[in-house]
């Protein structure tokens, strides 16, 4: 029986890593299609957002099968649970990546290149994805702190983007629509650095027992 379990452990691990390289791609897609103002590509990453849905309920389904065939105890339950509040976390960070993309559909032409902020907040947000998604595969609890003490460097680059943005408006005053757009952009990239702390917080929990709002 405790075979059986664990070989359906290791399954959830692998559908969580599949859906963190989804909402991965997602993010990077999403960032880079700002960057080369590409409507094709931001298309995709709103099309992908369907795929990521699906995953969540797939795993979710896996997941209530193991609590009700298997019923885990102690450890066993709280990685189950964690996984369980993780995949919603990270249904969301589709959904934001998904947003970031619609709007890069409807921006202007004729701007130049986006705030660089934004691009580092796209590749920090990533590497905080994937270290929680790894931390709670390989049960590691200092790079689930790690992706904690990120969301410092995150929200720092978020508030250089909404001061670059302040000024490009006191250079421009026709830019408001565009500046609008781009903190909304830097809004959602923030809220998925966010929802990385999150995951990150729920591989704590699993690990350890403590959670850390209690």
Known sequence: ?????????????????????????AIVESTQALGARDVVRARTVMALDRDIDQKEREIESQCLKLLLQQQPVARDLRLISAALKMITDMERIGDQAADVAEIVTMLGSGHEGELPQIQEMGTETVKMVRGAIDAFVRRDLTLAEWVIDMDDKVDGLFVAAKDALIELLRRDAGAGELALDLLMISKYLERIGDHAVNIAEWVVFAITGVHKDN
């Open 1 to 25: 029986m405790r075979t059986r379990f664990e070989e359906q452990l290791t399954r959830l691990n692998a559908e969580l890593i599949d859906m963190g390289t989804l909402i991965e791609h």
